[in-house]
């Protein structure tokens, strides 16, 4: 099984838009994929998940990230590195079930001009930590607003050519 995480509880977040435009090219590339958006966390995750407290509202999210064995995240930059609620969400999954020995694909996304490389390179040192394989090959997209069309797709050359080599990449890891 293969997750898309879209990295932030933001509503309407141009996350969420880039995790179905991955999900949606790699499906025209024969891989089926599902998106976990962490809008979709319990409200009182911080009560009811961490410490080893399990909730009945979290569960069917922990099946969900125990059976997956390659996560693709989209990591918005928020306040130079990535949201607080992505670092909760992973503290909230079972260790080391939930990642350990698994594999990883990033995708750091900003509206300034660096793509969230700090915030990328922060969440991998954690994925390191939790034995996430990270592939190789991440992709910092800049300047968001700009990158993408009326339909939500990527439409500037660059960025299809890195985004479609990442995704051929990501299949075969």
């Keep these: 099984m293969i997750t898309i995480i879209s990295g932030t509880n933001r509503p309407n977040s141009n996350t969420l838009k880039i995790a179905k435009y991955y999900q949606k090219s790699?499906?025209?590339?024969?891989?089926?994929?599902?998106?976990?958006?962490?809008?979709?966390?319990?409200?009182?995750?911080?009560?009811?998940?961490?410490?080893?407290?399990r909730s009945?509202?979290?569960?069917?999210?922990?099946?969900?990230?125990?059976?997956?064995?390659?996560?693709?995240?989209?990591i918005p930059e928020?306040?130079?590195?990535?949201?607080?609620?992505?670092?909760?969400?992973?503290?909230?999954?079972?260790?080391?079930?939930?990642?350990?020995?698994?594999?990883?694909?990033l995708v750091g996304i900003s509206s300034g001009k660096y793509g969230n490389i700090r915030g990328v390179d922060h969440f991998a040192g954690i994925c390191s930590y939790l034995h996430l394989h990270v592939m190789p090959l991440r992709i910092h997209i800049s300047a968001i607003k700009t990158e993408m069309?009326?339909?939500?797709?990527?439409?500037?050359?660059?960025?299809?050519?890195f985004t479609n080599e990442q995704m051929d990449k990501f299949i075969l890891f």
């Design 149 to 161: 069309n009326e339909a939500f797709e990527f439409y500037k050359e660059d960025t299809l050519k």
């Design 56 to 74: 009945e509202a979290f569960q069917p999210i922990q099946e969900l990230i125990t059976g997956t064995e390659k996560f693709l995240f989209i």
């Design 26 to 53: 790699l499906l025209k590339k024969g891989l089926e994929t599902q998106i976990f958006n962490l809008e979709d966390l319990p409200d009182q995750l911080i009560k009811t998940d961490l410490y080893g407290k």
């Design 78 to 105: 928020y306040n130079g590195s990535f949201p607080g609620v992505l670092k909760t969400f992973i503290d909230a999954c079972n260790f080391p079930e939930s990642f350990y020995n698994k594999k990883a694909c």
